[in-house]
Protein backbone atom coordinates (compact mmCIF):
# COMPACT_ATOMS: atom_id res chain seq x y z
CA UNK A 1 0.00 0.00 0.00
CA UNK A 2 0.97 3.63 -1.07
CA UNK A 3 0.73 5.91 1.94
CA UNK A 4 1.35 9.69 1.54
CA UNK A 5 -0.91 12.28 1.68
CA UNK A 6 -1.44 15.08 0.88
CA UNK A 7 -3.91 19.95 -0.64
CA UNK A 8 -3.83 23.60 0.05
CA UNK A 9 -4.69 25.32 -3.57
CA UNK A 10 -8.62 23.90 -2.91
CA UNK A 11 -8.24 25.83 0.10
CA UNK A 12 -8.33 28.75 -2.54
CA UNK A 13 -11.95 28.92 -2.71
CA UNK A 14 -12.68 30.63 -0.01
CA UNK A 15 -9.93 33.16 0.58
CA UNK A 16 -11.49 36.54 0.47
CA UNK A 17 -9.43 37.29 3.35
CA UNK A 18 -6.28 38.06 3.41
CA UNK A 19 -4.82 35.58 5.65
CA UNK A 20 -2.13 36.63 8.69
CA UNK A 21 0.94 37.42 8.46
CA UNK A 22 3.75 34.85 10.46
CA UNK A 23 1.57 32.71 12.22
CA UNK A 24 3.27 30.79 14.91
CA UNK A 25 4.00 26.98 16.04
CA UNK A 26 2.25 26.07 19.38
CA UNK A 27 4.94 24.19 21.36
CA UNK A 28 4.40 20.49 21.06
CA UNK A 29 4.73 18.04 24.19
CA UNK A 30 4.13 15.22 22.27
CA UNK A 31 4.75 15.37 18.51
CA UNK A 32 8.82 16.02 17.64
CA UNK A 33 9.79 18.02 15.02
CA UNK A 34 11.94 16.05 12.74
CA UNK A 35 12.88 18.59 10.14
CA UNK A 36 12.38 22.25 9.62
CA UNK A 37 12.99 25.25 7.95
CA UNK A 38 10.46 23.62 4.80
CA UNK A 39 8.36 25.71 2.70
CA UNK A 40 4.81 24.70 1.94
CA UNK A 41 5.71 21.36 3.16
CA UNK A 42 2.76 19.40 1.62
CA UNK A 43 2.98 15.27 0.50
CA UNK A 44 4.84 12.69 2.50
CA UNK A 45 5.20 9.26 0.74
CA UNK A 46 6.92 6.06 2.37
CA UNK A 47 8.40 4.05 -0.82
CA UNK A 48 8.26 0.32 -0.50
CA UNK A 49 11.45 0.33 0.97
CA UNK A 50 11.05 2.40 3.52
CA UNK A 51 12.49 5.65 2.04
CA UNK A 52 10.36 8.79 3.18
CA UNK A 53 9.70 11.33 0.44
CA UNK A 54 8.19 14.83 0.97
CA UNK A 55 7.21 17.86 -0.93
CA UNK A 56 7.93 21.12 -0.82
CA UNK A 57 5.52 23.28 -2.93
CA UNK A 58 8.04 26.32 -2.67
CA UNK A 59 7.49 29.68 -1.81
CA UNK A 60 7.14 31.19 -5.68
CA UNK A 61 9.56 33.69 -6.46
CA UNK A 62 9.96 37.35 -7.99
CA UNK A 63 8.65 37.20 -11.99
CA UNK A 64 5.18 38.64 -12.68
CA UNK A 65 2.42 35.79 -13.53
CA UNK A 66 -0.45 37.90 -14.74
CA UNK A 67 -2.29 35.98 -12.53
CA UNK A 68 -4.46 37.50 -9.41
CA UNK A 69 -4.12 35.37 -6.41
CA UNK A 70 -7.10 34.89 -3.94
CA UNK A 71 -5.85 37.35 -1.58
CA UNK A 72 -6.29 39.94 -4.34
CA UNK A 73 -2.57 40.09 -4.72
CA UNK A 74 -0.50 39.28 -8.20
CA UNK A 75 0.61 35.63 -8.45
CA UNK A 76 4.67 35.71 -8.06
CA UNK A 77 5.87 32.43 -9.75
CA UNK A 78 9.88 30.77 -9.35
CA UNK A 79 11.37 27.63 -8.82
CA UNK A 80 11.77 26.96 -5.44
CA UNK A 81 9.68 24.00 -5.34
CA UNK A 82 11.08 20.64 -4.50
CA UNK A 83 10.96 16.89 -3.79
CA UNK A 84 13.44 15.08 -1.05
CA UNK A 85 14.30 12.25 1.08
CA UNK A 86 14.03 12.61 4.60
CA UNK A 87 16.10 10.01 6.83
CA UNK A 88 15.87 9.24 10.28
CA UNK A 89 17.90 11.60 12.16
CA UNK A 90 16.08 14.53 9.92
CA UNK A 91 18.75 14.59 6.83
CA UNK A 92 17.05 15.99 4.11
CA UNK A 93 18.62 15.27 0.84
CA UNK A 94 16.43 16.90 -2.28
CA UNK A 95 15.67 14.27 -5.31
CA UNK A 96 14.05 17.11 -7.71
CA UNK A 97 15.18 20.56 -6.84
CA UNK A 98 14.10 24.03 -8.65
CA UNK A 99 10.39 23.01 -9.43
CA UNK A 100 7.95 25.38 -10.77
CA UNK A 101 6.05 27.05 -7.10
CA UNK A 102 3.93 30.12 -7.60
CA UNK A 103 3.34 32.51 -4.60
CA UNK A 104 -0.50 33.18 -4.88
CA UNK A 105 -0.10 36.07 -2.22
CA UNK A 106 -1.44 35.43 1.57
CA UNK A 107 1.15 32.93 2.58
CA UNK A 108 -0.58 30.53 -0.36
CA UNK A 109 1.60 28.39 -2.17
CA UNK A 110 0.82 25.69 -5.16
CA UNK A 111 3.45 23.93 -7.08
CA UNK A 112 4.79 20.09 -6.36
CA UNK A 113 1.69 18.70 -4.55
CA UNK A 114 2.02 14.80 -4.01
CA UNK A 115 4.64 11.68 -5.19
CA UNK A 116 4.58 8.24 -5.36
CA UNK A 117 7.53 5.97 -5.71
CA UNK A 118 7.17 2.85 -8.81
CA UNK A 119 10.08 0.26 -9.54
CA UNK A 120 11.48 2.52 -12.47
CA UNK A 121 9.63 5.33 -12.27
CA UNK A 122 8.99 8.49 -10.14
CA UNK A 123 5.49 10.27 -9.91
CA UNK A 124 5.36 13.94 -9.50
CA UNK A 125 1.64 15.89 -9.24
CA UNK A 126 1.58 19.63 -9.92
CA UNK A 127 -1.52 22.05 -9.25
CA UNK A 128 -2.26 25.36 -10.44
CA UNK A 129 -0.03 27.95 -11.68
CA UNK A 130 0.60 29.93 -14.95
CA UNK A 131 -1.16 28.02 -17.78
CA UNK A 132 1.90 28.92 -20.10
CA UNK A 133 4.10 26.57 -17.81
CA UNK A 134 3.67 22.70 -18.57
CA UNK A 135 3.97 21.14 -15.63
CA UNK A 136 1.17 23.28 -13.84
CA UNK A 137 -2.25 20.99 -13.97
CA UNK A 138 0.09 17.53 -14.37
CA UNK A 139 0.93 14.61 -13.53
CA UNK A 140 4.68 13.39 -14.38
CA UNK A 141 6.12 10.28 -14.64
CA UNK A 142 10.08 10.80 -14.76
CA UNK A 143 12.32 7.84 -14.76
CA UNK A 144 13.50 6.70 -11.74
CA UNK A 145 17.53 7.15 -12.53
CA UNK A 146 17.79 10.32 -14.87
CA UNK A 147 14.23 11.71 -13.84
CA UNK A 148 13.70 12.81 -17.81
CA UNK A 149 10.05 12.85 -18.19
CA UNK A 150 8.33 9.27 -19.42
CA UNK A 151 5.06 10.59 -19.01
CA UNK A 152 2.62 13.89 -19.03
CA UNK A 153 -0.71 13.84 -17.78
CA UNK A 154 -2.61 17.02 -19.03
CA UNK A 155 -5.32 16.85 -16.25
CA UNK A 156 -6.30 21.09 -17.14
CA UNK A 157 -7.33 19.95 -20.73
CA UNK A 158 -9.22 16.92 -19.30
CA UNK A 159 -11.08 19.28 -16.98
CA UNK A 160 -11.74 21.88 -19.63
CA UNK A 161 -13.25 19.44 -22.16
CA UNK A 162 -15.00 17.36 -20.11
CA UNK A 163 -16.21 18.88 -16.69
CA UNK A 164 -17.23 16.26 -15.11
CA UNK A 165 -19.30 18.12 -12.83
CA UNK A 166 -20.90 20.45 -15.42
CA UNK A 167 -20.04 23.72 -13.34
CA UNK A 168 -17.37 26.71 -13.81
CA UNK A 169 -14.26 24.90 -15.15
CA UNK A 170 -11.67 24.41 -12.27
CA UNK A 171 -8.74 22.65 -11.93
CA UNK A 172 -6.85 21.37 -8.54
CA UNK A 173 -4.99 17.96 -9.00
CA UNK A 174 -3.94 17.64 -5.49
CA UNK A 175 -3.67 13.76 -4.61
CA UNK A 176 -3.24 10.52 -6.32
CA UNK A 177 -2.63 6.37 -5.66
CA UNK A 178 -1.38 4.12 -7.65
CA UNK A 179 -2.88 0.57 -7.62
CA UNK A 180 -0.78 -2.38 -7.50
CA UNK A 181 -2.31 -2.78 -11.78
CA UNK A 182 -0.86 -0.04 -12.53
CA UNK A 183 -4.77 1.99 -12.36
CA UNK A 184 -3.50 5.67 -11.23
CA UNK A 185 -6.15 7.38 -9.08
CA UNK A 186 -6.58 11.03 -9.18
CA UNK A 187 -8.02 13.71 -7.16
CA UNK A 188 -8.84 16.96 -8.52
CA UNK A 189 -10.34 18.92 -5.47
CA UNK A 190 -11.10 21.83 -8.38
CA UNK A 191 -13.36 19.55 -10.49
CA UNK A 192 -15.06 17.69 -7.42
CA UNK A 193 -13.66 14.22 -9.31
CA UNK A 194 -11.64 11.22 -8.73
CA UNK A 195 -10.38 10.27 -12.08
CA UNK A 196 -8.87 7.36 -13.24
CA UNK A 197 -5.21 6.71 -15.24
CA UNK A 198 -4.15 3.77 -17.50
CA UNK A 199 -1.47 3.46 -20.21
CA UNK A 200 -4.43 1.96 -22.58
CA UNK A 201 -7.46 3.92 -21.11
CA UNK A 202 -6.31 7.47 -20.23
CA UNK A 203 -7.98 9.78 -18.20
CA UNK A 204 -11.17 8.55 -17.19
CA UNK A 205 -14.32 10.05 -14.97
CA UNK A 206 -14.77 7.33 -11.65
CA UNK A 207 -16.41 9.55 -9.22
CA UNK A 208 -18.05 13.09 -9.79
CA UNK A 209 -19.42 15.25 -6.86
CA UNK A 210 -21.68 17.89 -7.94
CA UNK A 211 -22.79 20.12 -4.40
CA UNK A 212 -18.81 21.62 -3.94
CA UNK A 213 -17.59 18.86 -1.86
CA UNK A 214 -14.03 19.54 -2.52
CA UNK A 215 -12.21 16.41 -2.45
CA UNK A 216 -8.82 16.45 -1.22
CA UNK A 217 -6.73 13.03 -0.82
CA UNK A 218 -7.12 9.34 -1.25
CA UNK A 219 -5.31 6.29 0.19
CA UNK A 220 -5.93 2.60 -0.83
CA UNK A 221 -6.90 0.31 1.48
CA UNK A 222 -5.94 -3.06 2.27
CA UNK A 223 -9.95 -4.04 1.51
CA UNK A 224 -9.43 -2.96 -2.02
CA UNK A 225 -11.61 0.17 -1.59
CA UNK A 226 -10.91 4.11 -2.31
CA UNK A 227 -10.53 6.04 0.76
CA UNK A 228 -11.54 9.91 0.06
CA UNK A 229 -11.23 12.52 2.21
CA UNK A 230 -13.47 15.94 1.83
CA UNK A 231 -12.88 19.40 2.77
CA UNK A 232 -16.41 20.76 2.56
CA UNK A 233 -17.28 23.78 1.05
CA UNK A 234 -17.11 27.64 1.88
CA UNK A 235 -17.81 28.51 5.13
CA UNK A 236 -15.99 24.89 6.41
CA UNK A 237 -18.23 24.37 9.20
CA UNK A 238 -17.19 22.47 12.25
CA UNK A 239 -17.77 18.43 12.07
CA UNK A 240 -18.95 19.05 8.36
CA UNK A 241 -16.43 16.88 6.67
CA UNK A 242 -16.13 13.28 5.74
CA UNK A 243 -14.34 10.41 4.38
CA UNK A 244 -16.07 7.93 1.79
CA UNK A 245 -14.96 4.56 1.59
CA UNK A 246 -15.88 3.87 -2.55
CA UNK A 247 -15.56 0.64 -4.40
CA UNK A 248 -12.28 0.20 -7.55
CA UNK A 249 -16.26 0.60 -9.35
CA UNK A 250 -17.00 4.18 -8.10
CA UNK A 251 -19.83 2.68 -5.47
CA UNK A 252 -20.37 4.02 -2.07
CA UNK A 253 -19.24 1.93 0.07
CA UNK A 254 -19.27 3.71 3.88
CA UNK A 255 -18.95 7.00 4.89
CA UNK A 256 -17.13 8.38 7.98
CA UNK A 257 -18.88 11.98 9.13
CA UNK A 258 -17.57 14.33 12.01
CA UNK A 259 -14.49 15.78 10.79
CA UNK A 260 -13.71 19.40 10.00
CA UNK A 261 -11.75 20.32 6.93
CA UNK A 262 -10.22 16.93 6.19
CA UNK A 263 -7.02 17.54 4.04
CA UNK A 264 -5.47 13.45 3.93
CA UNK A 265 -6.74 10.59 4.65
CA UNK A 266 -3.86 7.06 4.95
CA UNK A 267 -5.54 3.31 6.06
CA UNK A 268 -2.66 1.25 7.84
CA UNK A 269 -2.46 -2.55 6.80
CA UNK A 270 -4.75 -3.75 9.34
CA UNK A 271 -7.47 -1.64 7.68
CA UNK A 272 -7.15 1.65 10.65
CA UNK A 273 -8.06 5.29 9.57
CA UNK A 274 -6.34 8.08 10.13
CA UNK A 275 -6.83 11.55 8.81
CA UNK A 276 -5.61 15.05 8.99
CA UNK A 277 -7.85 17.96 10.21
CA UNK A 278 -6.24 21.16 8.66
CA UNK A 279 -7.37 23.54 10.99
CA UNK A 280 -10.67 25.70 11.80
CA UNK A 281 -12.23 28.53 10.13
CA UNK A 282 -13.84 31.13 11.54
CA UNK A 283 -15.88 34.16 9.93
CA UNK A 284 -16.46 35.88 13.45
CA UNK A 285 -12.84 36.64 14.16
CA UNK A 286 -12.32 37.80 10.87
CA UNK A 287 -11.22 41.45 9.67
CA UNK A 288 -9.11 43.74 7.98
CA UNK A 289 -6.14 42.66 10.12
CA UNK A 290 -7.04 39.01 11.45
CA UNK A 291 -7.49 35.82 9.14
CA UNK A 292 -10.34 33.71 9.64
CA UNK A 293 -7.86 30.68 9.59
CA UNK A 294 -7.36 29.72 13.41
CA UNK A 295 -3.94 28.77 13.91
CA UNK A 296 -2.71 25.85 16.12
CA UNK A 297 -6.23 24.31 15.51
CA UNK A 298 -5.15 21.25 13.25
CA UNK A 299 -5.14 17.90 14.79
CA UNK A 300 -4.23 14.52 13.36
CA UNK A 301 -7.26 12.11 13.99
CA UNK A 302 -8.29 8.16 14.27
CA UNK A 303 -11.65 7.67 12.47
CA UNK A 304 -13.84 4.88 13.52
CA UNK A 305 -17.81 3.67 13.82
CA UNK A 306 -16.92 4.94 17.08
CA UNK A 307 -16.58 8.50 16.06
CA UNK A 308 -13.45 10.71 15.51
CA UNK A 309 -9.97 10.14 18.31
CA UNK A 310 -7.85 12.95 18.74
CA UNK A 311 -4.28 11.46 18.35
CA UNK A 312 -2.24 14.69 18.03
CA UNK A 313 -3.54 18.36 18.60
CA UNK A 314 -2.51 22.22 18.63
CA UNK A 315 -0.94 21.69 14.96
CA UNK A 316 -0.13 24.55 12.89
CA UNK A 317 -1.94 23.89 9.42
CA UNK A 318 -0.98 20.47 9.10
CA UNK A 319 -1.32 19.11 5.82
CA UNK A 320 0.30 15.23 4.89
CA UNK A 321 0.48 12.12 7.06
CA UNK A 322 2.50 8.73 6.43
CA UNK A 323 3.20 6.20 8.64
CA UNK A 324 6.77 4.73 8.37
CA UNK A 325 8.37 1.48 8.59
CA UNK A 326 8.43 1.66 12.42
CA UNK A 327 5.03 2.25 12.54
CA UNK A 328 5.50 5.93 13.63
CA UNK A 329 3.70 8.66 11.77
CA UNK A 330 4.91 12.00 9.94
CA UNK A 331 3.19 14.66 9.77
CA UNK A 332 3.54 17.70 7.51
CA UNK A 333 2.90 20.72 9.90
CA UNK A 334 2.75 24.69 8.98
CA UNK A 335 2.27 24.21 5.23
CA UNK A 336 0.38 27.16 4.67
CA UNK A 337 -0.67 30.64 6.24
CA UNK A 338 2.70 30.39 7.59
CA UNK A 339 6.28 32.48 7.22
CA UNK A 340 8.70 30.38 4.70
CA UNK A 341 11.18 28.32 6.12
CA UNK A 342 8.36 27.67 8.90
CA UNK A 343 7.25 24.38 7.91
CA UNK A 344 8.24 21.23 9.30
CA UNK A 345 7.99 17.67 9.26
CA UNK A 346 6.67 16.34 12.69
CA UNK A 347 7.02 12.61 14.32
CA UNK A 348 4.53 11.03 16.15
CA UNK A 349 6.09 8.44 17.82
CA UNK A 350 3.87 4.84 17.60
CA UNK A 351 1.51 4.48 20.37
CA UNK A 352 0.93 8.13 21.20
Known sequence: MYRRISLIGVLCLALIFIAANALP?????????????????????????????????????TTPTGMTGPSGLEALSGATGRVSTLAEDGTLTPVLSD??????????????????????????????????????????????????????????????????????????????????????????????DILTWTAE????????WENNDVPTSIDLGPDGNLYISF??????PEGGARIDVISPDGDLVKQYTG????????????GAIYAVEFGRFDLSIADADTSPWVPNSGRVVMVSDDGVTPVAE???????????????????????????????????????
Not at 129 to 144: C, N, Q, T
Not at 317 to 341: H, I, K, M
Open 25 to 61: TAAQDGPQSLVSGLNSPRALYVADDGTVYVVEAGMGG
Open 99 to 192: LPSVDLGGSETAGPTAVAVTESSLWVMFNGGPMSHPLYFSLVELDAATHRIKTSIDLFSYEATENPDGKEVDCNPIDFAIAEDGTIYIVDAGGN
Open 201 to 208: DGLQTLMV
Open 231 to 236: LTPFPF
Open 259 to 270: LTLAVNVAVTDD
Open 314 to 352: GLNFPYALAQDADGNWLVTNSSAYSEPGSGEVLLIEAGM
